[in-house]
């Protein structure tokens, strides 16, 4: 009983350096979302999809990239890291879209850009 | 466009005392309204959320919540408070009028029970 699972857990980069986050869910779900999470700021959206194959911006979608290749996983990609980029990120998958179904998170991914 | 508020950062409360954490928010239309719960180094979990019918909304580990459209709140609330309660709270909003898909979340709620 799985549920959402990212890797890596932890991941320090330098600077202009490229990285994927990988997440999967076993719950079959259509929607899944990259989210980053900033003291004092709560959760941002950055990319989201509503299913295999799709994939749309969310609030704070620059310096990053997606793909929904296959519907349990979702790869969130930085292509040149910046410090700006330091963060906690979070998986989420649902069953229905964000308006009424209950978000499934990841345990999260922490990622330190020097 | 759509927001939610949580006016306070930090919220201590003694075991055994009852617990209101608040949320407010602003759509033009009607709210799809929700609060997660994350313990230390651990995603967000789901507590309840408010679609639409009954004002009073019961969740997970005893927690209630009440929407009040007038005042615009959202506030969750639990009878008797425990220590393993102490966690970050999240309230989060969608506008069911509006064109953004997505929720919203507020900035959190740092609950700490004392014993």
């Known amino acids: 009983n799985a549920g959402v699972t990212q890797t890596p857990k932890f991941r320090v980069l330098k600077t202009g350096q490229s990285m994927t986050l990988l997440c999967a869910q076993d719950?079959?779900?259509?929607?899944m979302y990259w989210y980053r999470q900033d003291p004092g700021m709560g959760l941002r959206l950055i990319h989201y999809s509503v299913g295999e194959g799709t994939t749309a911006k969310g609030e704070v979608p620059d310096g990053y990239n997606v793909s929904r290749l296959k519907k349990q996983n979702f790869l969130l990609g930085l292509e040149s890291a910046a410090p700006s980029q330091t963060s906690v990120y979070f998986c989420?998958?649902?069953?229905?879209?964000?308006?009424?179904?209950?978000?499934?998170f990841g345990e999260g991914s922490r990622l330190t850009v020097l | 466009a759509q927001s939610v508020a949580q006016p306070e950062d930090q919220v201590n409360v003694a075991e055994g005392n009852p617990l209101t954490v608040k949320c407010t928010y602003s759509?033009?239309?009607?709210?799809?309204l929700f609060w997660y719960v994350q313990y230390p180094n651990r995603g967000l979990q789901f507590l309840l959320k408010?679609?639409?019918?009954?004002?009073l909304v019961k969740g997970s580990y005893g927690f209630e919540a009440e929407f009040n459209k007038s005042q615009t709140s959202f506030h969750l609330k639990k009878p008797s408070a425990l220590v393993s309660d102490s966690a970050l709270y999240f309230c989060a909003v969608r506008d069911r009028a509006g064109s953004a898909r997505q929720l919203t979340f507020g900035s959190g709620t740092q609950l700490t029970v004392l014993p």
């Open positions: 759509v033009s239309g009607n709210p799809y």
């Open positions: 719950m079959n779900h259509e929607y």
């Open positions: 989420a998958s649902s069953y229905q879209g964000q308006g009424t179904g209950e978000l499934f």
């Open positions: 408010y679609i639409t019918g009954d004002n």
